[in-house]
């Protein structure tokens, strides 16, 4: 069984999101996508991001009523900074024999790879999907060979979808009083607006 590891800080979960997960879905016969909303991530460590059970309850409502998207807290569960590896042994030390896992990322992530934790094991752990970002280009996987042997076999490049939006773009539009229908499923738009996360005060 092949299954899709989508991880993030899903604050706000949006459609790109959930279009990104369905393109592997479909290309890479992937039995499930498990969405993992991350508890601190080690690069946002600065950032200041909405309480996890706002996020968490975000991507069940947009996940809602598709029995091969899975929610998994996992991360939420763990104390101290979340790293991927970590939770790509745990999701391992679970699989059936013959499972694999599939890690969906951007374009963007893929060049940032050497910065993570323990990079060269994490490509040992599951395979990576790498998909577009909008104003970034194809990364290039034979200098990332040569920081990290092994990763091209370890690598699929997908070439969609193209998403035009961002988690910030939405937050910034809610504080402004613009409207996000259509950029977040109904039911997050209406959890948004009804916690009134991302109001300016």
């Not at 094991?121 to 290039?140: F, G, H, M, S, T």
């Not at 990763?151 to 988690?167: K, M, N, T, W």
């Not at 613009?178 to 039911?187: E, K, T």
Request: aromatic share 6%.
């Amino acid at each position: 069984m092949n299954i899709g590891v989508l991880g993030g800080t899903f604050d706000p979960i949006h459609v790109g999101h959930l279009l990104v997960a369905e393109e592997a879905r479909a290309r890479l016969n992937l039995a499930e996508v498990l969405f993992v909303p991350a508890g601190q991530p080690w690069l946002r460590l600065n950032n200041a991001i909405s309480p996890a059970e706002h996020r968490v309850e975000m991507v069940r409502l947009a996940i809602a009523g598709k029995p091969y998207f899975k929610l998994s807290t996992m991360e939420m569960e763990r104390t101290g900074p979340t790293y991927t590896v970590d939770t790509m042994a745990e999701l391992q030390a679970q699989l059936n024999a013959g499972d694999e896992l599939f890690f969906i990322l951007g374009w963007d992530n893929l060049n940032q790879l050497p910065q993570w934790r323990e990079p060269s094991r994490l490509i040992k752990l599951c395979r990576l999907v790498a998909v577009p970002r909008v104003d970034y280009p194809v990364p290039d996987l034979g200098s990332l060979e040569a920081v990290m042997p092994g990763l091209s076999q370890r690598v699929i490049l997908l070439d969609e979808p193209h998403i035009d939006i961002s988690a910030s773009e939405i937050r910034d539009r809610v504080a402004r009083g613009l409207s996000i229908h259509q950029l977040v499923p109904a039911p997050v738009e209406r959890y948004i607006k009804q916690h009134r996360l991302y109001v300016r005060e």
